[in-house]
């Protein structure tokens, strides 16, 4: 069993499913937990323009949070898949944050069944560059539908989120 103290979760959820992994991960290890927020709160039914602002690259303002990451050892990091992009909070996290002797697990919510490889690379990279390093990775479906904006249940993500923590030896 890999050593859990010093462990934290970080997560930006616009809809809310990247939320409910991101608590089931906490359910199940305690870590502490910090939510990337955006200081202007997106407005469903902008789902083009946000597209479109992941695809670019843009970086939204957050909030400031109320931790230091170098306090930390273990980073569960959470994302959704935004156009096969980051999201610009996201985006805006990385540029700022320091990952400097951090391992990483990364988390993602996406809307299809493909394997997000490209983000993975993209996060991988700006995580390495600022000195982290990314163990793996882990990916949930979401089948989230704009109309009704449901984010996933917990318990769609019970099974795969043990699974996963299990075989990191956090479980």
Do not use: C
């Amino acid at each position: 069993m890999r050593n859990v103290k010093n462990s934290v979760i970080v997560y930006y959820s616009w809809v809310g499913s990247t939320e409910t992994v991101a608590e089931e991960i906490h359910r199940r290890t305690n870590f502490d937990m910090q939510k990337i927020e955006e200081t202007t709160k997106r407005r469903f039914g902008k789902f083009a323009g946000a597209a479109m602002a992941a695809v670019i690259g843009l970086k939204s303002r957050i909030k400031p949070m109320d931790f230091e990451l170098q306090d930390y050892e273990n980073v569960f990091f959470g994302a959704q898949v935004w156009a096969g992009r980051t999201a610009p909070a996201v985006n805006n996290y990385l540029k700022k944050a320091s990952f400097k002797n951090k391992n990483v697990w990364l988390f993602l919510t996406k809307g299809d069944e493909k394997i997000p490889q490209q983000v993975i690379d993209s996060i991988t990279k700006r995580i390495e560059k600022k000195g982290g390093r990314v163990v793996d990775s882990m990916a949930v479906t979401s089948h989230w539908e704009p109309k009704t904006n449901i984010p996933l249940a917990p318990e769609e993500v019970q099974e795969p989120v043990e699974a996963w923590l299990k075989k990191e030896g956090f479980l």
